[in-house]
DNA sequence: TACATTTGCTAACGCTGTTAAATTATTTCA
DNA sequence: TGAAATAATTTAACAGCGTTAGCAAATGTA
């Protein structure tokens, strides 16, 4: 029965358009504005439909999220491809997860809880652990080997984390700094971290 | 007629018995949980009285904004006369930022956007700017002097900033790394970024 | 054509922030 | 003291929210 492929196709086809309605509200209006009837609306449906593919809202901010982190491993894979020295990679990575965060805004602020409030987090999915491997892994590949242990590695994952993720939260809510600014902020801290890790303390 | 005096100071209490109660209900439910008619509730009144002392919810949040950039200016003072050397002072001044961010929680969200939605940030009230300023000035008087430019304490400021920053809001969204990995990643970021500060870059 | 199933909508519940009107309490003044 | 004016509070309502139940219409199946 090709009927049922087509009816599956269409039902995947209308969550998928949830999905991007629910993008393209958040972009114009805000996470704030999101609202299940302004969804239905611009999916040409009434509310209740939309718990015919979601359970609840937060479902779908939780979908969003997934999305959010597979495309973040996405650039930052392709950040990767682009050097062959692992210091080089893990920067060109670090930058990547610095663009996203911008280029996908509404994206950034659902995955990491900046400025909306929903959204338990509860629910770790795998997907959510890609790009925070790869950069874990990338770390341990850099630090000297008789230093390596898994405690050493996430001191310098979350040093780097705060510090990216830091600027990334001050940049979104008071936007205060100028890009110059960041620029250098960003690129001074990533070499200062670079440094500590690669430099052994005696 | 000091009926009139009796009655300000009651119509202050109230307004201080709103702040009290929202806070109250924020530690006990979480700032999704805040709503008139319960902080209402709370002081033994009904909604609308509450209109009385502010103009809306968004008001009570900026209160509660500002007080707690009063707390965290206070505690940050405190920090700074426990030391004469400046360096010890900015280090100990970030770490009393740190525990603030975590004694007051509920305050530090609302002040910096962390798992709260609402709450504009337009008015800048100068409050808010007595712990920036306190920071930068003390970051100013360490660098030395043929390098103290604006814009190189700024980059300084904002390094500090994002890396204690990121990981109050990392350890405060997903709750991941152990006490004894965010007191070694604070410190050492803390020591780094000075040691980067001090020594002159040739 | 008759039945079964899916599809979508309407209406409703309890909640939210907020406002206007009505009610109650208090003060003022003759 | 009693009436009028003012202030303090409450009730009722509006529009919106997430969510659910029940009904109507369209579709698929026999």
């Known amino acids: 029965m090709g009927s049922k492929d087509r009816i599956q196709r269409l039902k995947d086809e209308t969550r998928c358009k949830i999905l991007d309605a629910s993008l393209a509200i958040v972009k114009e209006e805000g996470w704030a504005a999101l609202s299940m009837r302004k969804i239905a609306d611009k999916i040409e449906y009434t509310a209740p439909i939309i718990y015919e593919y979601f359970s609840n809202k937060d479902a ?4 969003l999220t997934r999305i959010g982190y597979l495309k973040l491993a996405e650039q930052m894979k392709e950040a990767e491809r682009k050097h062959a020295d692992p210091i080089e990679q893990l920067k060109s990575m670090w930058l990547a997860y610095w663009n996203f965060a911008f280029e996908e805004k509404e994206l950034y602020q659902v995955m990491y809880g900046v400025e909306v ?3 338990v987090m509860e629910n770790a999915c795998p997907d ?3 790009p925070s491997n790869m950069l874990w892994d990338k770390i341990a590949e850099i630090i000297p080997e008789d230093m390596r242990t898994d405690e050493y590695i996430d001191i ?3 040093t780097f984390w705060s510090v990216v993720h830091g600027l990334i ?12 600014i960041n620029r250098q902020v960003l690129s001074d801290a990533l070499n200062g971290i670079v440094a500590s890790m690669t430099v052994r303390t005696t």
């Open 156 to 158: 310098k994952y979350y």
């Open 169 to 180: 939260s001050i940049n979104m809510t008071n936007r205060l700094s100028t890009d110059e």
């Open 128 to 130: 959510m652990q890609v």
């Open 117 to 119: 409030n929903c959204c």
């Open 60 to 63: 779908i901010l939780t979908e």
